[in-house]
């Protein structure tokens, strides 16, 4: 049924991430796809002057974490290495997950996501943004 399962995840959401991987394990096994894990980092230059503390040097670490996260997941998801990768980038997790969903022939993305509260309502949440503007199949885990 499916190929190429998209996964978006915040390294800092262990529940969300933990839900969703479920479903993906699930999935993954019934079709035989491959799995993409992917995680945007906030652009560093937002947060951080160049004089205070250094861009690449703070982005370097932002991304050693999530890579070592991420790797992390991939070890403890039953599904074989060779069908699971993953993609770090640095900007909006929306743009940047819909872009790479393209680039890999994603024909599905999975989503964790918390309930919907005053906050997400008024800013939006990477999930409903995922979702508002995808071509693709969005399955949102909660």
Do not use: C, W
């Not at 262990?14 to 839900?19: A, F, G, I, K, R």
């Not at 370097?60 to 998801?77: G, H, P, R, T, Y």
């Amino acid at each position: 049924m499916y190929k190429t399962i998209l996964v978006p995840i915040d390294i800092e959401e262990d529940l969300l991430t933990e839900h969703a991987l479920q479903h993906v394990e699930y999935l993954a096994k019934m079709s035989g796809a491959r799995v993409h894990f992917f995680h945007a980092l906030p652009d560093a230059s937002a947060f951080v002057t160049a004089y205070s503390f250094g861009i690449k040097e703070f982005e370097n670490q932002a991304e050693v974490k999530a890579v070592d996260k991420l790797k992390k997941i991939m070890s403890e998801i039953d599904i074989p290495l060779d069908r699971l990768n993953y993609t770090i980038s640095f900007g909006s997790p929306r743009d940047q997950a819909l872009e790479l969903a393209e680039e890999i022939d994603a024909d599905l993305i999975v989503i964790g996501s918390r309930r919907p509260s005053v906050k997400t309502y008024l800013l939006g949440s990477n999930a409903a943004a995922i979702v508002r503007h995808a071509n693709i199949s969005v399955m949102v885990v909660r």
